[in-house]
């Protein structure tokens, strides 16, 4: 119990501290924001700071700090340590510099970004990575949602049926004005989530079950390896490069400059304590790593949450807890086919004020995501985790060359060396993981140091010629 009460406390500890020092280093100032210079009435609108902060945190708070939080538990509470010291010095760093290099860049998404800082080769990988990825995000929260409300629904109501009716919804999230549905329904599932989550830790704490204290032992019952495999599971919660993807479409909405810290770099501190709350109620539920193990292949992801939402909070709270869930993967997958069309639009300068242009974007988008919710749901959870987690790698390189040039060299390393921890473990990871290369660890690990060492060689030597990562 005294870890989880630890963890909690250096969460809002790093949102004080460093965040206000990541703050300070990137000097946000009184200058018009996007939302003001560029306002089109659809993706560029301004909005109060207290919508734009639940917006961004639903945005990015899908079922990865959920699900992952719990399939990342299963290593024991080793994952408490990620889910804090992943989300103060990557994630929130990460989202923070993204959100506010696309300010500075009037609106810019992540591949141009990216394009700017690493040169038009990683615009193009970016671009197309971007777009696979949001499209997958796309389809695993449509897939998950739609199973959780089939539970809860009679039988006639299977999950085809939900996953119709969310694609449906998406349609429209994707091609009205930000501030028509998204504006307005997200604040409703705002408050949603964060009872939901109050509920789940109060039921914990409440009930008398026992959260384990922190131990570094690897307690996964198959024996799968911490390093890198919790890094990769435990995405969303920690560092993830869906964010990276959403905080530019938040960036053409904030109404100032200053409010970025609490927008970008609080939203990603909040994700965090969600993705604590349902780690430790995973482990405790359950009785510890093997249970919760054995919970997760016998019940699923989806099962598993309604289980521990209905046994801690009956049967009315067990309800809105779930709708929190569902809220959640929801309004990320929304989001996600939105930041998908903007992406293509910057790509080919489409203006986004006609319908017509809109439509034409998002239908191949919705049609392919439909596709892929055909597919095993673990087979896509897998390649978009690694797939989350290399974007999030590169633009973390593209914030260290923007804090270098920008802000000096000492300062760049706080993104600079997220970036090379990321950089090792997302090449470690596709070098032994089944999707990937599947060598043996003893190759996979020195490898994958090799080349986070590489890029951070290449990172010192450009700086000292100019070059910044373009060749």
Known sequence: MLTFFAALALLLAGYLTYGGLVERVFGPDDRETPAVVRADGVDYVAMPLWKVFLIQLLNIAGTGPIFGALMGAVFGPVVFLWIVFGSILGGAVHDYCTGMISVRMGGASASE???KYLGRGMKQVMRVFSVVLLVLVGAVFTT???ALIARLTPPAFGAPFWVFVIL???LLATLLPIDKLIGKIYPVF???LIVMVLGIG????LGGYHIPELTLQNLHPDGRPVWPYLFITVACGAVSGFHATQSPMM???LARERDGRRVFYGAMITEGVIALCWAAAGVAFYGGAGGLQAALSSLGQSGVVYDI???????VGGALAVVGVVACPITSGDTAFRSARLTLSDWFRLDQSKIRNRLLLTLPLLAAGALLTQLNFDVVWRYFSWANQALAMIALWAAAVYLRRHCGRVQSLMAALPAAFMSAVCSTYILMAEEGLRLSAGIACPAGVLFALALSARFAYSGRTGNALKK
Do not use: D, F, Q
Request: aromatic content about 8%; glycine content about 20%.
């Open 168 to 170: 449906l919804y998406y």
């Open 190 to 192: 705002g408050v949603v």
């Open 113 to 115: 970004i990216v394009g």
């Open 202 to 205: 109060g039921g914990i704490l």
């Open 144 to 146: 998950s949602p739609a």
């Open 309 to 315: 939402s209905t046994a801690l909070l009956g049967v």
């Open 251 to 253: 960036a053409r909405c």
